[in-house]
């Protein structure tokens, strides 16, 4: 037994914190932009983004949602109209002021004292109000109903305390916009929404989730109802990968989102909103991630095989290009997971080690080297991101099957990595889940004790409002926790709550969380 | 010979700037946000522009470029930076000044004195400076050339006098910005992306476009280079489609974008950007609307294919929607330029006759009504956008194949409009171009008098630089008019300048342009 050297130089173990700042450095995802709380997303980090988008654009318009295009400025006024709304986001916008610059004193620039707007811009932090703007004008009769709209666009939300994907103050996202008939389909929609994002979690990333209502304190500014998906990270956290809002008439109210019904009454409509952001490829990175730097699984990937030819600056290299290129073909031409195979042929100048370690930092599934000797045997070396290292040897597992029977099997053995993938992070959050816990004094020594990872806990409780539930909040906190989602697949409550001693209503799941 | 009562109330001749507006709200395009200067793009605008975003992606993609994200705020000292660019943008930029609203002594809210930014922010009106800091950081070698990144992303330029899609606040479109060694290769690669967009605005959006280069004072602020794609609209005016710039080592002094070279020297970069916005869908609107409404080119409509059934509210309804998804189904089956076909069956309740009229305004290249009978005779009633009226009865020009051969024509039918509706735009440019004018009093005559549409001229001209420049400017301004482009396939000059009479160097499009 050999001792693995590992591509980072920070494990998960040591520091986790500083092990997820690596993996984006060393993956080449992101980085900081020097302007405050925004990041670069770079090609590798966007090309994941890209892929993301595309499968759960392809969900949401099955879902019957049309794509639209709203102004990235609100008007205060907007704010100002739903008094919950306000107050939930009031605290942290970027506000435009000013719409031209001048030279100032000193020879630099300042905003322009005379092109001052007359009422303030904000950027948006969401789009609820503006989308409601143009439902109530777009929206007469029933006949126009479900209205169901979707945008990706860039938010800001100034945020003090930023970290990479998890939270800028800029972020790309999808948030949809639907209006319905009553409260029934509207909340029907909600939860149709949830499990476009569970399936999209689930199937896409290859991140588990649990799905499920988020209590009363956690909603949305304006909703009536919050619902997430709620994944683990490898340090046990949660992860708020999506929420789907019931937002009732709240904003139909303040818009005026009214129709006409079939017996000729004016109605207020009833909203949902949802989205899933830029933040999800920091689950991915949390959840699939090892100490060699990131793994992407294969459906999210922008390649999901690569190949290095071993160039030598020498006439042999045409041969081996040659052969490369044959095996690029023959895999361009075959299909995974239902869409023709990504594959890379990457002729950069470089050492194929050094080239090697960037692909596995990368993460790219499947890295396919190729040298003379290879090609001699008609062979190419294998290394699957997922298996990558030999546990006897300390090296790493290459495999060496024929150029042909590599091109047959690589489609299965994305598909397998996939689902094992989804199965590994499913198994590892299965184990970190604590049930049946009855005391609070339990709670106490679980996350108060020297456990680095304690993962969640899944506890039962009478669902308190108001003050009471005020106090739940402040005694969860003081162990640095919070109440993650009711999940909607759970066991009924059989027992009483962990908090009050009253009966319980539900089981709800506790945790460190992002 | 009857009279067509055409489906819009205003015609092109009567009112172009008029039938423009009414085109894009009876297509349901786009319409006023009620925030300053910022459009909200509808559904089916929103539809043609990502079926643009598409094509173009993978175009940009092919000629290897990465795509990336850059923060939407850009710090203030990014632009004192760079004399000429700042010059070019300062009047015209969203200036953020403050991180949080409270609430103001009226009840209102009030941007927070407290959360004034040190440091104002710009929110991008293009991003050369912010991508220019990110070349320094990821640049240090030769091996590290060229660098072709690009991103999708809204802008922001201020703008006093605002018309949809062609001069907006707010508006989405890409940049691409490349870092090379020297300057033969940008200069080279300025040039390959402006073919790009040729390429893309004359086989997807069928737009008849000629590139050449920008005079020096329309060119980009810090740019050494600026070619641009123009078209023609249907009024005789010119629209800039798309520029390529070459910014020489401008941007690269700017910001600190050096490498070095293979003897071991410290080099400049010599940088490239360019760009197309939603810009392109007002031109796709003036180049192939008519009366009616809008026309889309098949490869970037939505739905190529729109069925309609004649539904009744009865029972009958059933078999009518079968007969229809059969179609449906095999024309989904079927590729057209090289995609899957785009079909749409519309179950939507509402009239036959209204939701025609709808999808002709909208401009689905073929609409298919099937009513009881059609599907007695095991045909459809197929519409023409292209083809609207039957001249003879001022009627809607319906040819009845079978359904079988309908599902067989369609596609050649699709391919023959997108052809054909290029070829109608160039014939028409080509008529209403004016060349071998010599004289500058046959320009005035041409412009000064009573002509509607003059269309564009082509003169001579010895290329005049500085205040020589600036003059020929004024007497073309008197005449509402401008200097294009100087056409990269035309013929060499043989004669005079038109303006200075000394010998000329170069051709040149003048026209009144958006
Ligand atoms: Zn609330
Ligand atoms: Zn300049």
Redesign the pocket.
Known sequence: MFKIRHALSVTREADFAAWYQAVIAEADLAEESGVRGCMVIKPWGYGIWERIQRLLDDRIKAAGHENCYFPIFIPLANFEREA??V??FAKEMAVVTHHRLIAGENGGLIPDPEAKLEEPLIVRPTSETIFGDAMARWIQSWRDLPLKLNQWANVVRWEMRTRMFLRTSEFLWQEGHTAHADEAEAKEHTLRMLEVYRACAEEDLALPVIAGEKPEHE?????VETWSIEAMMQDGKALQAGTSHYLGTNFSEAAGIQYQDREGQQTFCHTTSWGVSTRMVGGVIMTHGDDDGLRVPPAIAPHQVVILPMLRDKPEDDALLAYCEELRASLAGKSVLGEPLRVLLDKRHGKAAAKRWDWVRKGAPLIIEVGGRDMENGVVSLLRRDGLWDAESGKPAFQTPSKESAAGEIPAMLEDMQRSMLGEARDRREAAITRGVTEFSELERIYGGDAKHPGWTEVQWSKPTGEALEKVVERLKALKLTARNAPMDAEPANGSCIFTGEPAVERILIARAY
Do not use: I, N, Q, T
């Open positions: 919950s709304h107050d939930g909603r949305f500014p304006g909703a």
